[in-house]
């Protein structure tokens, strides 16, 4: 069993109603051990309201080698973007 | 000693009190910057500067306002850089070196234990500025004692290793806890002066505290009753201080006045 503690993801929230920021990672024996981490690594200059943390290995990411087929097909259909519409002047900033 | 005390006596021994609040956080604070960039993991590395960092702020808060009560001029800095080792009025638990990271953390959950009752009962004080340091300074200590508890538990309750070192950092500064509940004129004065409590009364809370933390993490109260002192009063430091000072104080004594 490896003696090294398990590594943690850290979400940070800059202020209230903003979402919670993936700001990088740490090691940390549990949970609460990483919150208070997070909070002396991440947070000492001021940077948050809110933590989450996530231990890395629960995280399923995409894999790299299936860019292709997951994200090509995306590239030429134009017409998923609300861009065909003329917008009335009278309308201002949208 | 109420009602033949005048003010210059009150002030003297005001003076005295912000120096052993302001002392206990500078010679902490200074220990604990000693693990800055050694410190077992980088997490802990970063939370304990933060912590040394945290003390040194306090202790620019009691050793400035200590500085204004005296009225001879002196700012924090000079207080910190320019007193020598019988000058200093912090009790003997904080001056002892860390050893290892099980002491230094055991010798910060004891001081913690303490501090966060004694700043609680402080931010009542009938002294404004006493008052004020106190309820900033007591978020810090709240965190540092959240912290310092985790970690004893942890490594009390953790290898046959780390709990034997737990064990016998509690045993080495079991001696030096009850200088933190003495009482002598400088205590009567503030509390007759309504400043602070008697630190005696604290100490029903502070066993909660560490009966409570210790068991949980498997560590075995001490029997002895013993108690070193003469920190707080000056009258008898340990071997390290000195040795402390000339490293902290290293800069000041060799360029008299540098600054930044």
Known sequence: MSKEWPLWEVFIRGQHGMSHRHVGSLHAADSEHAIKNARDVYTRRNEGVSIWVVEAEQITASSPSDKGPMYDPARDKVYRHPTFYDIPDEVGKM | MAGTSNPTQIDGQLFEF????????????????????????????????NTALDLIGQTQLWLGYAGEVEGKGRSANDLAFLRDVYDFRNVLMLEVPNEDFGRTLMRQFLFDAFQVPWLTALCASSNQNVADIAAKSVKEAIYHLDRSTETVIALGDGTEESNARMQSALDYLWPYVGELFGEDDVDKAMHEAGVAPM???????????????????????????????????????????????????TLQRSYPGAAW
């Not at chain 2, 960039?37 to 590395?45: I, K, R």
């Not at chain 2, 066993?207 to 001490?222: D, H, I, R, Y």
């Not at chain 2, 003469?230 to 000072?245: I, N, P, Q, V, Y």
């Open chain 2, 18 to 49: 912000l120096l052993r609040q302001g002392d206990n956080v500078l010679v902490l604070g200074h220990r604990t910057s000693e693990w800055c960039g050694v410190a077992p993991a980088l997490e802990e590395d970063i939370a304990l500067t």
């Open chain 2, 199 to 249: 630190p005696a009364t604290l100490r029903g809370d502070w066993e909660t505290t560490v009966n409570s933390t210790l068991s949980q993490a498997c560590l075995t109260l001490p029997d002895s009753k013993f108690a070193h002192s003469g920190g707080r009063t000056g009258f008898r430091h340990t071997e390290h201080l000195g040795h402390m000072l000339a490293t902290m104080q």
